[in-house]
């Protein structure tokens, strides 16, 4: 009986995980693979030693605790079990129980580590809709499981998105053709739906997206889209009562805005998504947004801008103008807390010749959005370029966790411009803070090309990240050619040791 169990149990069935655990480890991505080569060097030295210990086969002068042989080797049939001592049984058994632990314990490990990095998916690409690029993130949770991604056609190319057969790059994208198409998933990203365009009635750009949880007569909350208004310089709103499924007509609400902001180098949404945050006027929360200026183009500073509402978008107040900051957005810590996180632009006149990269800029607001405080710039970050590059923000945990993604470069000469040749839009790394941002670690996402980015809770494990890239195997575009979705597992990312 011993000698079968031996023979049968323990030489194919445990040499055949430990086998399954080293085929496991090589197959994933390149990126992954850098992210767990030290614990595949672990695993390879504990499945040598739990092998080791496995007697495979022994003679009938050995006993169980004899020479190990060749695991082709078939062992005697000399009923040894009832000759050697009991306590060699019981290290037998203990053995193989510390082998079966072992590799039980590494196949959890490559279980968690698998679901941190799931299969990228193409969610929009050059050429859909019949324009030529496809630019700009937007993510949202909107109930259940489902998930709406939002991005920008555009009919011109240039500004990160290079094609080798279509129309030259546009320097003037002003009067330009674009619109703002989304897509639905109802699987929290596993699946999309199909291609459709947000009804505008007008030309529009910079989409920023938010969800408002459901009420007494709004059984399944609204979805807001905001836009900028390419013609007039207005800002749209554009509102779904069915998450998506159906949209209303676009509403002006400029009206709520300073004038000088309503030019068309004023303020723009800032891509991405709003949060909700508590608030003293209404029991299902205040929405916040963000926004930017582009008033750079005329050699004045650039603001990044805040505005909130406290009955479900109706009504609109600006409320925060942080300056110098860029590019914006923001993630609820809990309770009153909010953090904003900025492209952050140099002075004008010190843009022209920079002498370093610019650092990444923090704010603080600890009244649900009313007021903002300019915290340390996050000198470690920089942007990968001196253009920058648009980062997104999730706080998960009540705030315990915060997420950052963004593009780590490097850029072929930093302190330069972007261009095709010398980008540092690549390389997406998620950092991670646990006391609100003044401390982070990171980890790498997806190596090439990664330009801007959103990011949305899915579970209270992962998270779902949209970002710009190349379009695998399309040799007819370089830079921003298609906005792939991930899944990611924190837990499984950032351990708690």
């Known amino acids: 009986l011993y000698h079968d169990i031996a023979d049968w149990e323990f030489k194919r069935k445990t040499s055949s995980c430990p086998a399954a655990a080293v085929a496991w480890f090589t197959l994933p991505s390149a990126d992954m693979a850098r992210r767990v080569s030290t614990s ?25 605790s004899g020479s190990l042989v060749s695991a082709h080797a078939k062992p005697s049939r000399t009923p040894t079990l009832f000759l050697d001592p009991p ?16 590799v039980c314990l590494f196949c959890h490990v490559g279980t968690l580590i698998r679901e941190s990095s799931q299969q990228q998916q193409v969610v929009f690409k050059h050429g859909d809709g019949g324009l030529w690029c496809a630019r700009q993130a937007g993510l949202v949770k909107a109930g259940g499981q489902r998930v709406l991604a939002f991005t920008e056609l555009w009919n011109y190319t240039g ?19 674009q619109e703002v198409a989304y897509r639905i998933s109802d699987d929290n990203g596993a699946t999309w739906g199909p291609l459709k365009l947000l009804p505008t ?17 709004d059984p399944n909350g609204t979805v807001l889209v905001h836009v900028k208004d390419k013609v007039t310089g207005g800002i749209l709103q554009v509102a779904s009562s069915d998450r998506g499924d159906t949209w209303g007509a676009a509403v002006n609400i400029s009206s709520f805005f300073p004038r000088n902001l309503l030019a068309l180098d004023g303020l723009r949404p800032s891509y991405g998504h709003g949060i909700v945050v508590p608030s003293a006027f209404n029991r299902r929360g205040r929405l916040l947004m963000t926004g930017y200026d582009r ?26 103008s942080i300056p110098r900051a860029f590019e914006c957005q923001v993630s609820s810590m809990g309770g009153h807390d909010v953090y904003l996180n900025a492209r952050h632009m140099r002075d004008p006149s010190a843009k022209a010749a920079p002498a370093t990269p610019v650092p990444r800029l923090q704010a603080s607001s600890h009244h649900d959005g009313a007021n903002f405080t300019l915290n340390a710039s996050m000198g470690w970050l920089y942007d990968p370029d001196q253009n920058g590059v648009y980062g ?62 959103d990011m949305v809770q899915l579970s209270n494990d992962t998270l779902g990240i949209m970002w710009e890239t190349e379009a ?26």
């Open 295 to 320: 008033f750079f183009r005329g050699g004045g500073n650039t603001s990044c801008h805040v505005y909130t509402s406290d009955d479900g978008g109706l009504t609109w107040n600006l409320t925060a």
């Open 40 to 64: 595949t060097s672990a695993v390879s030295v504990l499945i040598a030693w739990c092998s080791c210990s496995l007697p495979t086969g022994t003679t009938a002068n050995e006993g169980i």
């Open 159 to 177: 500004n990160f998105c290079f094609l080798k057969t279509g129309p030259p790059p546009e320097i003037n994208d002003y009067g330009l053709f």
């Open 472 to 497: 695998e195997g399309d040799t007819t575009c370089s830079g921003a050619c298609a906005l792939v979705f991930l899944e990611v597992n924190v837990s499984a990312l950032f351990p708690v040791l």
């Open 392 to 453: 997104s923000t999730v706080a998960m945990s009540g705030g315990s966790q915060l997420f950052f993604v963004i593009a780590a470069g490097p850029a072929t000469s930093p302190l330069q411009p972007m261009s095709e040749t010398n980008s540092g839009r690549n390389n997406l790394v998620l950092h991670r803070s646990v006391n609100g941002g003044r401390t982070w670690d990171a980890r790498v996402i997806a190596g090439g090309v990664a330009g801007y980015n």
């Open 201 to 217: 009635q007008t030309v529009v750009w910079n989409p920023q997206v938010v969800y408002f949880p459901p009420g007494p007569t």
């Open 87 to 102: 306590l060699r049984f019981f290290r037998f058994l203990t053995q193989c129980l510390g082998c079966f632990i072992v």
